[in-house]
C-alpha cells in the first residue's frame, strides 16, 4: 500500500511534468529528496531525467575517430573476428570513407555463417541491416522515443554537412539517468584528470572545462568544452607534442597528441607560482 506522502509527492510531480514547468519540477525534487520523501539517488535520477530535455545527441554520442566500422566487401570470417575484437554486438559498416556509412552488422546475425559453411563464404553487405541516421542537434529525449518506436539500439549522427559525426546507443541515454553501464567487453576508461601534486596535474584532451574549475584552474568558452577543444581553438589548429600554452596563470604542455586531437597535456603554475 502506497503511503500517502508518498502519493502526493508523485501526483505533484506527474502535475508538473504534464505542465512542462521545468523549474518547478526541479524544485519540487530538489525539495522532496530533502525532506526525504524520495530517495537520493532515485531524486538525482529524475533531475538527471528532467535535465535530458536540454541535451542533444552530440552531448552523449561516441565521436568517430573512437568508432569501431567495417568496411564493406569484409569475408563473414574477418568480419566475425572485427566484431569479436572489439566487444560490440552492432557495428556500422562504410564503403569507402567512414562518411558513407551503408549498413549495421549485428553480431547475432553472424551466427549461421558460423555454422553453415556455405553462408561462411559470403561478405558483410549479405547480412547488414539500413543505417539509422540522426542529426547532431536531435534532443535526446527525442531519440529515446524514436528508439523506442523504431525498435533501434543504435544510430549513426550526421554533422550538418551529411558527414558522420559519430555514433549513439540506447545504452548512451540511458547512462545519462543512471550512470556508466559497464559490461565484461569494457576496458577501464582513462581518468581525465589526474593529480600528481596540489599545483601539478595531467589531464585528457577530454577534460572538461567545468572539472577543471575544481582545481582552481578556471578557463571559459562559448565555443567549445574540453580543454583540448579550448587549446585548439586558441592555437588555430590542433597542437603538437610540445607546444606550450601560459593560460589564466597555469602552463600547459601537450604531452602527446595526434593529428586530429590532443591525448594528453601536463598543467603545473606559470613560472613556477601557485596560480
Not at 152 to 164: F, K, N, P, R, S
Request: charged share 30%; with cysteine; hydrophobic share 40%.
Amino acid at each position: 500500500m502506497v503511503q500517502e506522502p508518498e502519493r502526493g509527492l508523485w501526483s505533484r510531480l506527474i502535475s508538473l511534468f504534464m505542465r512542462h514547468d521545468e523549474e518547478r519540477l526541479e524544485k519540487a525534487i530538489l525539495e522532496a529528496r530533502a525532506e526525504g520523501e524520495v530517495a537520493a539517488d532515485e531524486g538525482s535520477m529524475l533531475l538527471r531525467v528532467l535535465r535530458l530535455d536540454d541535451m542533444q545527441v552530440s552531448d552523449i554520442m561516441t565521436p568517430r575517430t573512437d568508432c569501431h566500422c567495417i568496411p564493406a566487401g569484409t569475408l563473414l570470417p574477418e568480419g566475425t573476428q572485427l566484431i569479436i575484437a572489439s566487444g560490440h554486438s552492432r557495428i556500422p559498416v562504410y564503403r569507402e570513407t567512414r562518411d558513407n556509412i551503408v549498413g549495421i552488422v549485428y553480431a547475432k546475425d553472424l551466427l549461421p555463417s558460423l555454422v553453415n559453411e556455405k553462408e561462411h563464404q559470403g561478405i558483410i553487405d549479405q547480412i547488414m541491416r539500413p543505417p539509422f541516421f540522426v542529426p547532431e542537434t536531435k534532443m535526446v529525449l527525442e531519440l529515446l522515443q524514436e528508439f523506442r518506436s523504431r525498435k533501434q539500439h543504435i544510430a549513426v549522427v550526421l554533422d550538418e554537412y551529411g558527414g558522420t559525426s559519430g555514433l549513439v546507443t540506447i545504452e548512451d541515454v540511458l547512462e545519462e539517468i543512471v550512470g556508466d553501464i559497464e559490461d565484461e567487453h569494457d576496458t577501464p576508461q582513462e581518468e581525465h584528470i589526474k593529480i600528481l601534486d596540489e599545483t601539478h596535474f595531467e589531464l585528457s584532451g577530454r577534460a572538461c572545462l567545468d572539472d577543471l574549475a575544481e582545481l582552481g584552474i578556471v578557463l571559459a568558452s562559448d565555443e567549445v568544452d574540453t580543454i583540448g577543444g579550448y587549446l585548439s581553438l586558441t592555437a588555430g589548429h590542433v597542437p603538437f607534442a610540445g607546444e606550450e600554452f601560459v593560460l589564466s596563470g597555469w602552463k600547459f604542455k601537450v604531452l602527446e597528441a595526434s593529428t586530429k586531437a590532443i591525448r594528453c597535456i601536463g598543467v603545473e603554475p606559470a613560472d613556477g607560482r601557485p596560480a
